[in-house]
């Protein structure tokens, strides 16, 4: 079973003061750590059991500059064989645009499977799986949450809402874009990192790839990045830990909870 | 004038709360800038699902077939490919929920029409639409355009608008058969399967103690237990929980877990992504601790703390024993 995962590396914005840089379309990122958004590594992690379980290989792939290929050294320490970066310039990437780039690698490398997060934690869009799968003309599934392989199919659960999921059957190939929480992805060592140094890391340049200038138009752009809006928000409680406590208490009681 | 298209949204016989919310942006937006509202409704059977749009859209166009008896990404697809190529709406308004999550992309491709996901403003100036959405987990908002195009596909947060009455319409019903060309769907739809029963009904706690990414490590998970017992409450989570194992689903709050309407909902190191914040919406009092003063949660709750999760967990122990 061939599986490819095109994965994404975001910056971390947890904890962390977003600023807006002067053009106003994007955010100062200098500062900011970066890491494997976090539903990729849930989908890698997924690819490399399906390995362990029914043989086959794992082929990570991402759209990015070198600094990118930390999470490609990742991925190839979680498990993967080989990897690949297309690299693409100065080029603006929407949803529209990556998918474009990832269907012209994907179609090269062999696959019964394509996993992909449900989305990315920069742009929250959720649009890059379906997308490709369009692209590649493969049935999809999305915000999958179970995978059940059965010879050339797969029974599925979809995540729904309020606790609800949906049961299918599909047959591969496929792509499915997966959901936080299906497994538990593997701890990887800093050591495991550099041993996996020695895997096919393969890179493409954008003009390899024969993309015309429509593939490469954005459909989407930002116009204009700003803060939220002032709401009226929480009234702040300060103080020390047990002036604080007591305070909350008496709120809780205000609201007619017995404590 | 030109059309805008709201695709309803349904499950189980029943039309769900993003339709409505679609539809009363919609008719706002028709009202401003003189445009019909047409509903498009993919079903088995009208049943329940037609007279409530009848109320809310000018036209309703019917594709009923036996093939829509539940939701598959390839007819829905095929299907609005179609009637978009008929009817050349300005903007075609489809949920951003897990349904719309497998097609809208897919429908781009397809038409080749530009899609702006996940927006929870919608603004025509002229017959250009200006979307806003949020990213990076809510900390920014951005205001986004789409290249010009004769339609655009927009996919709508869920509760990002509130469904309102308006005056009744009764629209002119078009039923069609599905469009020659769409195929057999690929995969096969078995059941639905409730993930989120239960020992635990949060959904009837009159007093959560809900935690969040913040809680650091699983053992810390018994910490905040032995203070929810203390407080007399009830122990909820948020997906990051659920997703580390460190809770069983039915203590998930949230779009994908269940919504809750506690007296008081006290939220510790939960960041408040809007999956999250959409099932608190019916408590009473939220009050929110976090690290991160910038985190969204500190927007919808009534009070906050900016304070390390634990001091303040040991600190009410502390006060509940004296």
Known sequence: MDIVVCIKRVPLTQEVDLVIDAGKKDIRKDDLAYILNDWDNYAIEEAVQLKETFDGSVTVVTVGDEE???????????????????DPGSRLLDGFVLSGILASVVKTIPHDLVLTGVQADDDNAGVVGVMLAERLG???????????????????????????????????????TIQTGINEPRYVSIMGIRKAGKKELKVIELGELGLSDADLLPQTQVEELYLPPEAEGAEIIEGDPGAI????????????VNV | MSDIYVVAEHRQGE???????????????????????????????????????????????????????VFDPDLYRDVLAHAIGQGKPLLILMG?????????????????????????????????PKLTRQIYSGKLFARVVCRDADSYLITVRPSAFQPEESAPVQAEVVQQPLPGGVGEPRRTFIEYEDTSAGAVDIAQAPFL???????????????????????????????????????????????????????????LGISGAFQHVAGIAGAGTVIAINKDKKAPIFRVADYGVVEDLFKIAEALKEKIKA
């Open chain 1, 68 to 86: 990118d290929e930390e999470i490609l050294r990742r991925a190839l320490a979680m498990g993967a064989d080989r990897a690949v970066r297309v």
């Open chain 1, 138 to 176: 493969l049935s999809h599934a999305a915000v999958v949450t179970r995978i059940e392989k059965e010879n050339g199919t797969a029974r599925l659960h979809l995540e729904l809402e309020g606790g609800m999921d949906a049961v299918c059957q599909i047959r591969f190939p496929a792509l499915l």
């Open chain 1, 245 to 256: 406590a007591e305070t909350l208490l008496r709120i809780i009681r205000e609201k007619g």
């Open chain 2, 96 to 128: 951003h929920t897990p349904s719309g999550l497998e097609y809208v992309p897919a429908l781009s491709i397809r038409t080749g029409l530009p899609i702006a996901t996940d927006c929870v403003d919608i603004q025509l100036e002229g017959s250009k």
């Open chain 2, 209 to 267: 103690v809900s935690i969040g990414r913040g809680v650091g490590e699983e053992e810390n998970i018994s910490v905040i237990q032995e203070l929810a017992e203390k407080l007399g409450a009830t122990l909820s989570c948020s997906r990051p929980v659920v997703d580390k194992n460190w809770l069983p689903r039915y203590h998930q709050v949230g779009t994908s877990g269940k919504s809750v309407k506690p007296k008081v909902y006290l939220a």
């Open chain 2, 15 to 69: 039309l769900r709360d993003i339709t409505f919310e679609m539809l009363t942006k919609a008719r706002a937006l028709c009202e401003a800038g003189g445009h019909s509202l047409t509903a498009v409704l993919l079903a088995d059977e009208a049943g329940a699902l037609l007279p409530p749009l009848a109320e809310r859209a000018d036209k309703i166009l019917f594709f009923q077939d036996a093939r829509l008896k």
